[in-house]
């Protein structure tokens, strides 16, 4: 039995949906296990590149089952589309299952999104991706919330749509927004309903059984941990838990199946949004990693804010996630730079601290204390164990594992699968 989990230990967009799909080819099981369709997941093989958004990265893998928790917000119509988009790339053998607990976002959702987003001031804006992901949730723990069991009883899914826009539409009305309709809405999604509704099922005990019948389970979290609701950095967040620690609630399975919290951190880290950013800078070498790394948001197009790698925020990462092992992502991208800084430390007035103040305030005024250490030049594109790095990456993977406390099990030196090196047997 194996309950492997991974998760980003930055802001997210740290590759985990590369190594999902690698871990993928020995698992029996992927589960997406929080968030929706404001995720983006990017896979490359064979000459091919595919983003997802929804699907769990195992869909590629047809023996393996692809299950959408309960802890995820699916918005149908996006889920369709993604199906359609994997069909159009010659990908039609697969197993899907989505849980029949899992919230829907549906169209006011999405204005609702814009609509909070507008009124704040612009220094207070979160950088939301608008996908409607926040108020799905919000609905969610107002217990008015509509879940793929509701959505797929025709006349359950009726009631409900009915009782939620007609409140909601009081609120549009009010913010000068056009009303919606309920019979437009309800024609449409039905459509969708009926599509998904095999898919849907109970995954608890679909993953309970997995785990009975001795299987391999991997979890593919999306975004990172420093935008997890708790222990984040509140309010730029995003609006589930990320973090391993909610995988038991957010999938129906107990803790005890965990054996292994794999933390993907870029070689640097990449921040989109709003939010603080202490090793956050912008100079002729951010551009160089920005290009080389190709730092665009995967959902949203939006150049990625680039910094060094952060060993408080790793630290934050292993004690709030139970990290096991890294794998530090986009190694080959720092190749040039002739010296690399590592955060180590912050000073916030005149105490040095090892960790992310709760206030946000105490956060912006963090200044970052780094070392630094000699970069290299030599082409590590075609790199397949550890001792074929130049002895300066040798030492940089050593240094991060050294201040995250935390053993690098895997690093990447490029985007393909088979750029991949792995130094533990994860699966």
Not at 54 to 64: E, Y
Request: glycine residues 8%; negative net charge.
């Amino acid at each position: 039995m194996k309950g492997v989990v991974v998760v980003g230990t930055q802001w997210g967009d740290e590759g985990k949906g590369k190594i999902t799909d690698f871990l993928a080819e020995k698992a029996d099981v992927v589960v997406r296990f929080q968030g929706g369709n404001n995720a983006g997941h990017t896979i490359k093989f064979d000459g091919k590149k595919f983003a997802l958004h929804l699907i769990p990265s195992g869909i590629f893998r047809k023996d393996a089952i692809n299950v959408l928790a309960n802890g995820m917000v699916i918005n149908p119509k996006a889920a369709l589309e993604e199906l359609e988009m994997l069909k159009q790339g010659g990908v039609n053998e697969y197993n899907l299952a989505i849980s029949n607990r899992a919230h829907v976002v549906l169209p006011y959702h999405i204005e609702l999104d814009g609509l909070f987003e507008e009124l704040k001031e612009d220094s207070k804006k979160v950088g939301t991706t608008k996908k409607g992901i926040g108020p799905t949730y919000a609905d969610k723990y107002s217990r008015i919330g509509i879940r793929m069991c509701d959505f797929i009883d025709p006349e359950t899914f009726y009631d409900k749509l009915t009782d939620n826009l007609n409140y909601y539409n009081k609120l549009f009305k009010l913010f000068g927004k056009e009303e919606m309709n309920i019979e437009a809405i309800y024609t449409e999604y039905s459509k969708y309903a009926e599509v998904l509704s095999k898919f849907v099922t109970d995954t608890s005990i679909l993953l309970n059984k997995a785990f009975d019948d001795d299987k391999k389970v991997l979890f593919e979290g999306a975004q990172g941990a420093l935008l997890c609701t708790d222990h984040g950095t509140y309010p730029f967040v995003t609006s589930s838990s990320p973090t391993a620690a909610s995988v038991p609630l957010n999938t129906g399975i107990s803790p005890k199946y965990i054996t292994d919290v794999i933390g993907i951190t870029k070689a640097y880290s990449t921040r989109v949004g709003s939010g603080y950013f202490a090793t956050e800078f912008e100079n002729k070498v951010a551009k160089q990693i920005r290009d080389i790394g190709h730092e665009y948001g995967t959902t949203t197009g939006r150049p990625r804010r680039i910094g060094w790698i952060d060993t408080v925020v790793l630290r934050h990462t292993r004690r709030v996630s139970g990290i096991t092992g890294l794998s530090v992502m986009l190694l080959d991208v720092l190749t040039n730079i002739e010296t690399l800084k590592i955060c180590v430390a912050y000073k916030l007035e005149d105490e040095l601290i090892d960790y992310i103040p709760a206030n946000i305030k105490d956060y912006e005024n963090c200044e970052p204390v780094y070392i630094e250490v000699p970069g290299w030049t030599e082409d590590i594109t075609q790199v397949a164990k550890f001792s074929d790095l130049p002895l300066n990456a040798q030492n940089y993977l050593n240094k991060i594992s050294e201040l995250s406390e935390t053993p690098v099990s895997i690093f990447s030196v490029g985007p393909d699968r088979t750029q991949t090196v792995v130094l533990e047997d994860l699966m």
